[in-house]
């Protein structure tokens, strides 16, 4: 590409993007599209845009409208035509650019836009729960230490040691409550800590853990793509992600390790010109943590991320929320796909 080309910012951009001359023949064409369409750059400037809608006509009425300044910026859906065969949904948004007079065709695909939504709201979703961590703690803390120390003072008062043990389970229950609470706010007390991190070093960490604890019924796939580079990250917190979501698989899979069947695995990609947190990234990483239990609860699948929230009786549901937190202090992403004997989180994270 032409540096000198006034448009070749749009190479930045996750979304497609043709610029059209005076007729419909593409003058520019960033590489998100080219990656979209299938096929080279150079194939579709000087081509007519319109021949990659499978309704050209709206396209073409859209430019005439452009060029007649009818509107400032048309908007509508279509489909485009794919090497693959199989067209894709997108918004086309057009807009009309005075100082070089080309008009500008923004095409995002309606998936890429469901997907954008989704990660908006697990944004969202993930700064309510730390704002909501962080006060509930603070509200929960200050008066604990006041009861614990009620609770001392007045077994010290005591005589009679059939009334100390009720002392003894406000304080147990105080620390108890007390511990809960460090938990929920040690993502955001602890620095993050970055070194060179190795990915596969952070699987095989995990594994062992998860196999000593597990011995039996269970066993455990390496699936990794060997050629991931090493990146800048908290080696701790990335073994504690991992580990947090490799347990919680693992408990749920109770019945089929009782059973000799269990399987959880790890598989490791490198995907290239990715767009997530809406960002397009050349490179990121790709992690699964895959296990064949009986799938996330219809109830609570929504919410999984969510704090205090758990699929197990007596969990503390602390576990999927410091994933969350950790792979977001990372710049990533944290997904999950379930259905009852396959149960897949992805974490995304970029790379150098």
Not at 20 to 45: C, H
Not at 272 to 296: C, S, W
Not at 299 to 312: A, H, Q, T
Request: hydrophobic share 40%.
């Amino acid at each position: 590409m032409d540096a000198s080309t006034p448009f070749h910012s749009f190479d930045l951009l996750a979304t497609l993007v043709a610029v059209v001359g005076p007729n419909t023949d593409v003058t520019f064409a960033n590489a998100a599209l080219e990656d979209a369409m299938g096929i080279s750059r150079r194939a579709i400037v000087g081509s007519s845009l319109s021949d990659v809608f499978t309704e050209p006509s709206l396209l073409q009425k859209a430019l005439g409208g452009a060029r007649e300044n009818a509107f400032a910026v048309l908007r509508y859906d279509a489909f485009l035509k794919r090497a693959t065969g199989e067209p894709m949904p997108v918004h086309v948004i057009i807009t009309w650019t005075e100082p070089v007079e080309s008009i500008i065709v923004e095409m995002v695909p309606l998936e890429q836009q469901t997907r954008q939504d989704r990660e908006e709201r697990l944004a969202e979703q993930a700064q309510t729960n730390k704002e909501l961590i962080r006060n509930l703690a603070h509200e929960i803390k200050n008066p604990l230490g006041g009861i614990r120390g009620a609770a001392q003072l007045l077994e010290m008062e005591m005589e009679s040691t059939e009334l100390t043990e009720y002392t003894q389970v406000i304080i147990r229950e105080a620390d108890r409550l007390q511990s809960l609470v460090d938990r929920l706010l040690a993502p955001h007390r602890r620095p993050h800590l970055v070194t060179d991190v190795n990915i596969h070093e952070v699987c095989e960490r995990v594994r062992s853990l998860i196999l000593a604890e597990f011995p039996k019924g269970l066993r455990v796939i390496r699936d990794y793509d060997i050629s991931i580079p090493e990146f800048r990250g908290d080696h701790e917190q990335l073994i504690q992600t991992v580990l947090n979501i490799a347990h919680n698989a693992c408990q749920a899979l109770a019945e089929r390790i009782a059973a000799g069947d269990a399987n959880l695995t790890f598989r490791t990609r490198v995907l290239r010109q990715i767009t997530f947190g809406k960002q397009r990234y050349r490179l990121a990483l790709e992690l699964h943590v895959i296990d064949n239990g009986p799938g996330v609860p219809d109830s609570i699948k929504d919410r999984i991320f969510y704090p205090l929230v758990s699929g197990r009786e007596g969990g503390s549901g602390l576990g999927l929320t410091l994933a969350q937190t950790f792979v977001q202090q990372h710049h990533g992403l944290i997904e999950v796909d379930s259905v009852p004997g396959r149960t897949d989180f992805k974490i995304l994270i970029p790379l150098p």
